[in-house]
């Protein structure tokens, strides 16, 4: 993995529950009463995302916060 930021490395890691779940932006914003160009930027490593935030966000992708974060986009060292 390169070295990205965890901007990028976060954002990436919602287009890739999102896209599994097959919910696009304006569906997943809807759910979690959000809007969908704050989405689009957290996903494209624009913002900065607070943590509650991103509890929503993982909430309405129906992962918990340690599933959101256990992937290979968080990993350091041996499991990069």
């Not at 070295?3 to 999102?18: N, S, V, Y």
Request: net charge negative; proline share 0%.
């Amino acid at each position: 993995m390169t070295d990205w930021d965890i901007r990028m490395q976060t954002g990436l890691r919602i287009k890739e529950l999102r896209a599994a779940a097959d919910l696009s932006q304006d569906d997943l914003a809807y759910a979690i009463d959000m809007s969908r160009s704050y989405l689009a930027e957290v996903e494209t490593g624009k913002r900065n995302i607070s943590l509650q935030n991103l509890e929503r966000i993982a909430r309405g992708l129906g992962v918990t916060l340690d599933e959101f974060f256990d992937s290979g986009y968080f990993r350091r060292g041996a499991d990069a």
